[in-house]
Nanobody, 123 residues
Framework: VQLQASGGGLVQAGGSLRLSCASS????????MGWFRQAPGKEHEFVGS????????NYADSVKGRFTISRDNAKNALYLQMNNLKPEDTAVYYC?????????????????WGQGTQVTVSS
């Protein structure tokens, strides 16, 4: 099973980016989905997650109010809208899928991962 994240890039502080995650093999509606990030030299950090049908979301305090997760199950797609980006948001961002609750926040609670996409925020 493969998940592919895309949409990363270089942006100035205060700017916005929209990440996408897609899979040709995974039926998204069967999975709660999450976004994680990993900065150089650091562990994976939970960013946010969304319930299977999109009826609930959960965010890390560090991104609450700035990031929004959404999904389109008909397109097997997951999104992360990132606004008011800060240099500390610089990281590789990963999408992940879990059979469990969308409230899961730990890396080992997500069974499927995709390749990441680099987000760099300059000051």
């Amino acid at each position: 099973v493969q998940l592919q994240a895309s949409g990363g890039g270089l942006v100035q502080a205060g700017g916005s980016l929209r990440l996408s995650c897609a899979s040709s093999a995974l039926t998204f509606s069967n999975w709660a989905m999450g976004w994680f990030r990993q900065a150089p030299g650091k562990e994976h950090e939970f960013v946010g997650s969304i319930e299977r049908r999109g009826s609930g979301t959960n965010y890390a305090d560090s991104v609450k109010g700035r990031f929004t997760i959404s999904r389109d199950n008909a397109k097997n797609a997951l999104y992360l809208q990132m606004n008011n980006l800060k240099p500390e948001d610089t990281a590789v961002y990963y999408c992940a899928a879990t059979r469990g609750s969308y409230r899961y926040t730990r890396k080992n609670e997500y069974g499927y991962w995709g390749q990441g996409t680099q987000v760099t925020v300059s000051s």
